[in-house]
């Protein structure tokens, strides 16, 4: 089946600094998400990105799907912004493959 | 607008007990419905989907079982426990075949 692998595992940020989250996939990809886990488990849609850039507020996302990969960007980081960030793949099969995950804590 | 429901928040069972946890979608009709597990807080694995009443596909195999009775009702089972079976259960939906997909807030089961 389909690989997806994220980096960093771990991010540290100072608040208000900017930092790039990366998702490599295996295979051509039908979707691709990206989410937000927060500290009580439940997972918020950030992007729905199968190719392209979009942006929403200080986060914005690109995926290159010729390449393979995605790029999750956050500016100015807040507190807020604490916790596990995954992207998840559908490629030819019924459903979504997560990464990892790659865990920030923002440090005020 | 769409919502996904699923209970109970947090269960704790004995080794050996029964599970049934349910997840209901409302809003949309036939949405492709999902299982996945969680176990130490990353990574999450994909159980069962299922794209129609009664259709279901199994990932892994498990002490798990899945069942969708109703076309916006999914079921994950277990006859017997094991401690190995503790983890955060997220039921998902979607629209289509890759369409953006929606998660429940989850189970959290622990089995003593």
């Known amino acids: 089946g389909i690989q997806v692998e994220q980096s960093p595992p771990d991010l540290i940020l100072q608040e208000g600094a900017n930092s790039t989250l990366r998702c490599n996939f295996s295979?051509?990809?039908?979707?691709l998400q990206w989410f937000h886990q927060n500290p009580w488990g439940q997972l918020i849609n950030l992007f729905y990105i199968p190719s392209g850039t979009k942006q929403n507020g200080r986060l914005s996302a690109t995926t290159v799907a010729t390449e393979r990969y995605s790029l999750l960007y956050i500016s100015s980081s807040q507190t807020t912004d604490s916790g596990v960030y995954f992207c998840a793949v559908e490629g030819a099969g019924n459903k979504l493959t997560f990464g990892g995950g790659t865990r920030v804590l923002v440090k005020p | 607008s769409q919502t996904i429901h699923q209970w109970p928040a947090t269960l704790v069972q004995p080794v050996g007990s029964p599970l049934s946890l349910e997840c209901t979608v409302e809003?949309?009709?036939?949405?492709?419905l999902y299982w996945y597990r969680q176990a130490a807080g990353r990574g999450l694995q994909l159980l069962f989907y299922s794209v129609g009443i009664g259709q279901i596909s199994s990932e892994v195999p498990q002490n798990l079982s899945a069942s969708r009775p109703q076309d916006r009702q999914f079921i994950l089972s277990s006859k017997k426990l094991l401690l190995s079976d503790s983890g955060f259960y997220l039921c998902?939906?979607?629209?289509?075949?890759?369409?953006?997909?929606?998660f429940g807030q989850g189970t959290r089961l622990t089995v003593v």
């Open positions: 998902a939906w979607s629209v289509s075949r890759a369409g953006e997909a929606f």
């Open positions: 809003g949309t009709s036939n949405p492709n």
């Open positions: 295979d051509s990809v039908n979707n």
